[in-house]
């Protein structure tokens, strides 16, 4: 018999070829390609009929699955209302950003609910949990705790034990001894979570796996884990910050992008209920160079503070420096202000921060940077009783944006008194707020500024 041909495979982005090279032609990265021990090609001689697969029409009905919450509001939101049996689930996030603690957290709070929970650390010893349970308070909390990588024994012990939910603490850390490579490898990566998700949709029992991120933000290992769980979630914050962010961009069994917010204090992560009060709750006095934005976060209206800071550069090209949001959006406004409203940057420094670390990601924030940059350039403030939302097009229009009225209604809840908003937005009642519907960038700019 052949001897199977080898694989190579790109641990970068999971790519194969027949063939090993320097640079991947799929992603582009270098020395990243490796080989892998060829699959097994099935049993040997004829292979047997398979089975016929029930078939239903589309008008067939059936019950929304069971869940289990969690009793930690944010985190049963980001779920979709809970946690849902044989459900696997994916969470990246930073080094230090707190994903143990979070699910340190979550697994207590399951556990006093009822469920039966197992914590399986592969990267800290047993005492190093039992040393964080204890500062956070969790020391008393029914959860039963492990410290292995070897996924065969993992898996013996949840077959065993028959847990509701199982935490596996990351899968970075498992190896499989039928794969001849080393831990974290793309080939170990994917059999580990493929052994995992199946073990959970056999026995019923959910999985939350951790997994580390690169340095570009994306989950380390193969983008196959990805479609292979049902939940993708994403811890995010800044380290100078005490929010913290946990985000689905993935959800099987709910809407995706929902966000869950979080502070980080002394005793854990602690929910936050009302984040617009919260990103809001520091702002100075009314400043040039302030715009307030009514964004929408998953299903829910969030208020963010966004920040610009205009001075004229020293250096031959000006400096871009943005956080909070995407680079490529800001260098679209200010061409879209130099071609269509007549205001330059050139020469400037620009400068664009949204306060409390939150990342902003939908193009309705448009308005509120033009907003906060003209208001840095020309040093004049923008009312502090005012929100703004609204995309620019190319050619200078401002484009209605959806779930209008929600925004307006958290504005108003919050104390803000009137906003600036695109012309034909759909608002429906106007919660009492004095509305500025504009057509285009350049009627704003002569309303607020009086330029244009």
């Not at 340095?215 to 913290?244: C, N, S, W």
């Not at 484009?399 to 929600?406: A, G, H, L, Y």
Request: glycine letters at 10%; charged letters at 20%.
């Amino acid at each position: 018999m052949s001897k199977a041909a080898p694989t190579f495979t790109c641990t970068a982005c999971g790519a194969a070829t027949h063939k090993w090279a320097g640079r991947c032609e799929s992603c582009g990265a270098w020395n990243s390609i490796v080989e892998e021990a060829p699959l097994s090609a099935g049993p040997k001689g004829a292979t047997p009929r398979g089975r016929v697969v029930p078939l239903s029409d589309l008008a067939t009905e059936e019950a929304p699955p069971p869940r289990a919450a969690s009793g930690i509001a944010e985190f049963d939101r980001v779920l979709g209302g809970g946690l849902v049996p044989a459900s696997a689930i994916l969470v990246g996030g930073d080094p230090g950003i707190g994903k143990s603690t979070l699910l340190l957290q979550a697994a207590a709070s399951f556990a006093r609910n009822g469920l039966k929970v197992i914590y399986i650390s592969g990267e800290e010893a047993a005492a190093q949990v039992r040393m964080r349970a204890q500062r956070l308070g969790l020391t008393e909390a029914p959860v039963k705790l492990g410290a292995e990588t070897a996924l065969r024994d993992i898996l013996t012990t949840l077959d065993t034990e028959r847990p509701g939910l199982a935490i596996i603490d990351s899968i970075q850390t498992l190896w499989l001894d039928s794969v001849e490579a080393a831990p974290g490898s793309v080939s170990q990566v994917r059999a580990s979570v493929h052994e995992l998700v199946t073990f959970a949709k056999r026995r019923g029992t959910a999985v939350i796996l951790v997994g580390h991120v690169t340095k570009d933000g994306q989950i380390a290992g193969p983008r196959v884990v990805e479609h292979m769980v049902d939940t993708v979630l994403y811890f995010e914050g800044e380290r100078g910050h005490q929010f913290r962010i946990l985000r689905a961009v993935k959800n099987r069994f709910g809407p995706a992008d929902e966000i869950g917010v979080f502070e980080m204090t002394g005793a854990g992560l602690a929910e936050v209920l009302n984040p617009s009060a919260l990103f809001l709750s520091a702002r100075d006095a009314p400043a040039s160079g302030s715009a307030v934005f009514a964004g929408i976060e998953g299903t829910r209206p969030v208020l963010t503070e966004i920040q610009a800071l205009v001075a004229p550069s020293t250096l031959g090209t000006p400096r871009r420096t943005v956080v909070g949001l995407d680079a490529g959006r800001l260098s679209t406004i200010l061409a879209v202000l130099d071609s269509r409203v007549g205001i330059p940057f050139t020469g400037l420094d620009v400068f664009l921060n949204v306060a409390g670390g939150l990342r902003v990601s939908e193009p309705a924030a448009d308005l509120a940077v033009a907003a906060a940059l003209l208001s840095a350039r020309e040093d004049v403030a923008i009312p502090p009783d005012m929100v703004l939302f609204g995309e620019i097009s190319l050619s200078g229009a401002l484009r209605p944006v959806s779930q209008t009225e929600n925004r307006l209604k958290e504005a108003a809840k919050l104390g803000f008194t009137q906003a600036a908003l695109p012309a034909r937005s759909k608002h429906g009642a106007d919660a009492g707020m004095r509305l500025r519907e504009l057509a285009d960038l350049t009627a704003f700019t002569g309303e607020m500024f009086g330029a244009g």
